[in-house]
């Protein structure tokens, strides 16, 4: 299992080099089931490994002239600060048992993984179903666009912070539809985005848990080969077919996590 899991490591990268986002959706599950790590710490190694990773494929697209820094600074700026707070002050508030639905305990991990096998599955449905769309036009509704940025800036950063999810499958269609943004820059600075909205909802958790650096930042590497590779196979497979293949493969894990959790609810 373990030499899957290293393996199933690799595509954490492979993701986000391909599609720009996706590389959490696989990372919370192969740290909790593959590696037998806690749900809570989990998404907080996650921010780590998402955004480490997203930042070398930031810098690569970068040097391609794929990210526009100040759209990622501006759009950033509301996801970074909640996640920030939400994982510094929020995420130590929740307590292990929550609450109770007759004869049945809803707790802090279950709950974890369900809301975030609900959020793959919604993913993948947006990711099924995706086509070619023409770019929106900032400029056409500039007041009614910066503050659909902004709210949904805070909608990532909660994602982020409570989940430890990237928000890419958000990032990109905000990116490309509401700033007109071409898909290849978009696919650039949503990396950019997420590395800074992970590593910093990371440093909201130092002092939280004992982390395991070993580990850690052995995953990370791995990820990082991952997402190399996955920008190089990005020039050379259809993004359409791509992200549709890569949709069916997360609807199945949010039904198999979900089911899981479900049938082990006591």
């Not at 921010?47 to 990622?72: C, E, M, P, Q």
């Not at 007759?102 to 086509?131: C, D, H, N, R």
């Not at 590395?195 to 939280?208: P, T, V």
Request: proline content about 3%; hydrophobic content about 55%; overall charge positive.
């Amino acid at each position: 299992m373990e030499i899957i899991a290293y393996i199933a490591s690799v595509f954490i990268g492979i993701s986000l080099g391909m599609i720009g986002g996706g590389g959490s959706i696989l990372t919370v599950p192969v740290l909790v089931y593959m590696f037998g790590i806690s749900p809570l710490v989990s998404t907080s190694y996650s921010l780590f490994i998402v955004g480490s990773t997203s930042l070398v494929g930031a810098y690569s697209n970068y040097r391609n002239g794929a990210v526009k820094i100040k759209t990622a600074l501006l759009f950033g700026s509301t996801s970074i600060t909640t996640v920030f707070l939400t994982r510094k002050f929020l995420i130590p508030l929740v307590p292990h048992d929550l609450f109770s639905i007759g004869a049945f305990q809803i707790t802090e991990p279950l709950l974890t993984m369900v809301l975030f096998a609900v959020l793959m599955v919604v993913a993948s449905v947006g990711m099924i179903k995706s086509k070619e769309r023409k770019p929106g036009c900032l400029a056409c509704d500039l007041k009614g666009n910066i503050a659909r940025m902004l709210l949904s800036g805070i909608g990532i950063g909660l994602t982020t912070g409570f989940l430890g999810a990237g928000g890419g499958f958000l990032l990109i269609p905000t990116l490309v539809l509401i700033l007109g943004m071409p898909m290849k820059e978009a696919v650039g600075t949503s990396l950019l985005i997420i590395a800074l909205n992970s590593l910093i909802g990371f440093a909201g958790d130092i002092g939280h848990f004992v982390i395991d650096w070993a580990f850690l930042l052995k995953i990370t590497g791995i990820a990082m080969a991952g997402i190399l590779i996955g920008g190089f196979l990005a020039k050379r497979v259809n993004a359409i077919s791509l992200k549709k293949g890569f949709g069916w493969f997360v609807l199945v894990m949010g039904i198999y996590i979900i089911s899981s959790e479900l049938m082990h609810l006591k």
